[in-house]
């Protein structure tokens, strides 16, 4: 598929909020984009903290656009995110969402200044084999793209603007990513509050078990009992909302 210039999707503009001395980063997820992270973002920047919400390449405009796109991409903007907010803040939580959760325990990796970590149904787990062989043998029939894994939310009514459909070689690069994510997990010493639905059908509740049982500092688990993955747009969103500006006002201090 070629690359194409295709304008952003309405709603899926990046969030920048200024605040006190503590910054948090908020990260969408693959074949997402900031709509899905905004409330959040919002609630934390109505908290007083100065929020960073950015757009990760290849998101929000049309799937051709993520398909030559791997993880070397968002890391890097992930990355460039953070520097700039810690330029600004003396103490800087990250956040996020799936493979936004990923990358926001990747920095945390990383960075051993990190004051916190926000992880909603964060995407550690790298799929058995089998699975990554069904997807090489998907890519090898010359179909690039799965069906659609955006938008897995229980509220009737409400909708996460993702993309249609799900490139194969973006993906894999995703597992190759978490599964060096989950061995370094033991390097995050910061507090982690951890938000897993019971009814993911995106990712299992086994990776927030990885995350639960790996990382070296504190972890406060969440069970959503009434929201799928999307637990950010889902019944239980001021429930996350609330609890994730609450955390973040106690590790960075007032605001």
């Known amino acids: ?29 693959f074949t997402g984009n900031p709509q899905s992270m905004r409330s959040l973002a919002e609630a934390f920047a109505k908290a007083g903290h100065a929020v960073e919400l950015p757009l990760l390449p290849g998101h929000g405009t049309a799937v051709e656009d993520l398909v030559p796109k791997r993880w070397s991409d968002w890391a890097e903007a992930a990355e460039a995110a953070y520097t ?24 945390a990796t990383r960075h051993d200044e990190v004051a916190g970590v926000v992880a909603v149904n964060p995407f550690v787990e790298e799929p058995a084999q089998s699975f990554r062989d069904i997807l090489t043998g998907i890519l090898d029939t010359g179909s690039p793209t799965l069906p659609a894994i955006g938008s897995d939310i229980c509220q009737p009514g409400v909708e996460e603007s993702a993309y249609a459909a799900t490139p194969i070689e973006a993906v894999l690069s995703m597992f190759d990513a978490a599964a060096e994510v989950a061995a370094d997990l033991g390097k995050i010493q910061c507090p982690v509050l951890l938000f897993s639905s019971r009814q993911d059908h995106v990712v299992p509740t086994s990776s927030g078990d990885r995350v639960a049982a790996g990382v070296a500092g504190p972890v406060e688990r969440v069970w959503l009992e009434r929201s799928y993955h999307v637990a950010t747009l889902d019944w239980d969103r001021e429930e996350v909302e609330s609890r994730a500006a609450a955390f973040a006002g106690t590790v960075l201090g007032a605001a």
């Open 1 to 29: 598929m070629p690359v194409v210039a295709t304008p952003i999707i309405p709603g899926a503009e990046p969030f920048s909020a200024p605040g006190g001395d503590g910054g948090v980063l908020v990260l969408h997820g």
């Open 84 to 107: 700039q907010l810690a330029a600004r803040c003396s103490r800087v939580v990250t956040a996020g969402l799936s493979m936004g959760g990923l990358l926001a325990l990747w920095l």
